[in-house]
């Protein structure tokens, strides 16, 4: 009889396990997507990375498709997550309709609308148009085509990235176009967090100060003070890549309406909130 039921019981555990292992198929071949834009380098890279890590397959977009790779490979290593590429240039007409279209099929439930570029010359000498295609209308049409996608399923959140240049009322002299690009997504993310939230649509907009990327080194913005305080790093006024996203990350899954990572920062923003025109 003892020998009967320790077959029996293992019969049982064996389907039991099958059982699991099927289950868990379904829910690979079902998992939620996030999108991640400007995953090629920096703070981008960090969230696709950390998506992986929280369970999320990754579409991974960008303009460089070596670096891309890269990333796809290591996130496939390193948490077994699917991830897709998409190499598109959303500064372009129609670049945010292409991302949105070869996301077709999949059930995207995180948005990052990161990708973004910086212009940090005189005004009358620059020319803004692209920076603005990108960081404005691509960021906003991504947020409109996937937005309605997650409303229509019922939920999702959406994160943009804005900046802690966008926070005072006067701007920054010296990249008024980039400063008041990233003052409009962070009034856009917050009036969006008030109109989506009935459909249970989360939008959580990042507040970042200086960050120690490729996206500041292209910009040229290492010439600034702010990168030249002693013990910056130390301090949270330079963050480093992977802290934003984390805090990015921990402040969408809480359904936060903006976040500013590091203490320094938020100092300054609050400073820049109590007195607007200073």
Partial sequence: VGLRLLLA???????????????GLVRGASADWAVVTGASSG??????LQAAQRGYDVVLHGRRRRALHRLKKAIEAQTNRRTKMVI??????????RLHAACDGLDVRLLFANAGVARVKPFIEDDVEAMLALNVCASTDLCRRF????ARRGGGRVV?????VGVPAHGCAGAAAYAASKAYLRSFGNA??????????????VLPGAVDTAFARTADMERSLV????????????SAPDAVARAAHRAAARKRR?????????????CAKACPNI
Avoid: C
């Fill in 43 to 48: 703070i981008g890279e960090q969230l696709a």
């Fill in 88 to 97: 598109e240039d959303l500064s372009r007409r129609n670049g945010a309709k």
């Fill in 227 to 238: 990168f030249s305080v002693p013990g910056g790093r130390a301090l949270g006024v330079v």
């Fill in 147 to 150: 937005g309605k996608d997650m």
């Fill in 192 to 205: 969006l967090h008030d109109e989506l939230k009935p459909q249970k649509v989360w939008v959580t907009t």
């Fill in 9 to 23: 019981l293992q019969v049982l555990f064996q389907r039991g396990m099958i059982t699991l292992l099927l289950l």
């Fill in 160 to 164: 943009l990235t804005s900046s802690l």
């Fill in 258 to 270: 903006e976040v500013v990572p590091g203490l320094a920062n938020k100092a300054y923003a609050l």
